[in-house]
């Protein structure tokens, strides 16, 4: 289940207040009441952190480095918030409840308060880096086997192509080009994040990114990602060109449909899509480049949005004819109507994987 960013605020207390009262329980430690408020008082702040509600721009650096770094600096972070964590909890029952002696024994963590705040540590920031390697939707879907069995759903799909990263890579070398295009897609991860969607797969220097219906069609969430996208690259533009010499511009198209989603895999589990609606959005990330359209998605999707929000318009491009489909699709081009953050369209002459 997911919560709203405002409402987690109360969820974290209540969870950490459940977490403390499980450790209460299991070693004995004294009365549960005081065991919910520690553990509301100390969970509190490492779940607001994970939901990027506390130190955005910390978490996201940690989430950068190579996974061994990720897991030292991840587990010190929430030590250092356990042990601060437990100073003020234990200071507030001292002082309210008088659950101890005296402030000095307050602030003190006992060995297996310590080595339980470790090993859990250690434990979630493992799971919290397969769930990254993986996608948090991905990591989900596969630890509750939801698509063990092959599923008929719907769903939105965008392929998102970072133009001229083959002229990048021309002039600039493999080694930067890999680098340019592992900063464009983290800079993606939270636009994605923030509506709700999946970074499904990478496929050279396009993300393919889905979403479920009612999650993409939500105050068209899956066109304001692109545009948030789009927003995030412009407000570091300065950065781009300090660090690459450009900012990235890019190319997306969104279509949705049926498809036949499936776990594959034995020493290697995927969830993949099956279905024309994949092939299409594929074809029409193609296609955007002929008609030089920023942002191209499909009349079918269109429809489905209903009412686009008001900074957003669409501008008819025809019905197209695509290979592989017996009926011409009828296509849109969206752009903001004030025009700001948005990159120019890519060069038409930029590559494209095939």
């Known amino acids: ?151 008929r759903e719907e769903r939105i799909f965008l392929f998102l192509d970072v133009a001229g990263s083959t002229r990048f890579a021309d002039r600039y070398g493999d080694h930067a080009a890999q680098a340019y295009l592992g900063q464009v897609f983290n800079a993606l991860a939270l636009p994605v994040s923030r509506t709700r969607g999946s970074i499904d797969d990478y496929i050279g220097d396009l993300a393919l990114v889905t979403w479920t219906m009612k999650q993409g069609l939500r105050d068209a969430a899956c066109l304001r990602c692109v545009f948030d996208f789009a927003d995030r690259l412009a407000a570091d533009a300065e950065s781009w060109r300090s660090r690459f010499g450009q900012v990235p511009e890019f190319r997306a198209a969104l279509h949705c449909g049926p498809v036949v989603t499936a776990e594959i895999g034995l020493q290697r589990h995927k969830i993949a899509y099956f279905g024309d609606v994949v092939n299409t959005t594929a074809r029409l990330e193609a296609l955007s480049k002929t008609l030089n359209a920023h942002v191209l998605v499909s009349a079918d999707l269109l429809g489905r949005i209903g009412a686009l929000p008001d900074d957003l318009v669409a501008e008819d491009l025809g019905s197209h004819a695509l290979r592989g489909r017996e009926e011409p699709l009828s296509l849109a081009s969206i752009r903001c109507r004030a025009a700001t953050g948005m990159p120019a369209p890519p060069d038409p002459g930029s590559a494209t994987p095939g």
Not at 47 to 61: G, K, N, S
Not at 69 to 82: D, K, P, S
Not at 84 to 106: D, H, I, K, P, Q
């Open 1 to 151: 289940m997911r919560f709203p960013r405002s409402g987690f605020f109360l969820v974290a207390p209540a969870l950490g207040a459940l977490a403390g009262v499980l450790y209460g329980t299991i070693f004995a430690v004294g009365p549960l009441a005081g065991s919910a408020i520690r553990g509301a008082i100390i969970g509190t702040p490492i779940m607001l952190y994970e939901r990027r509600l506390l130190l955005p721009a910390v978490r996201e650096r940690i989430r950068g480095l190579a996974t061994p770094l990720f897991l030292l600096a991840t587990v010190a972070l929430y030590i250092a918030m356990i042990i601060a964590g437990n100073a003020l909890a234990s200071t507030v029952l001292n002082r309210l409840f008088r659950f101890m002696y005296s402030e000095r024994n307050a602030m003190l963590m006992t060995d297996t308060g310590l080595l339980y705040a470790l090993g859990i540590s250690a434990l979630v920031a493992f799971v919290f880096r397969v769930r990254d390697l993986i996608g948090p939707g991905v990591f989900v879907n596969l630890l509750i086997g939801r698509y063990h069995r092959p599923i």
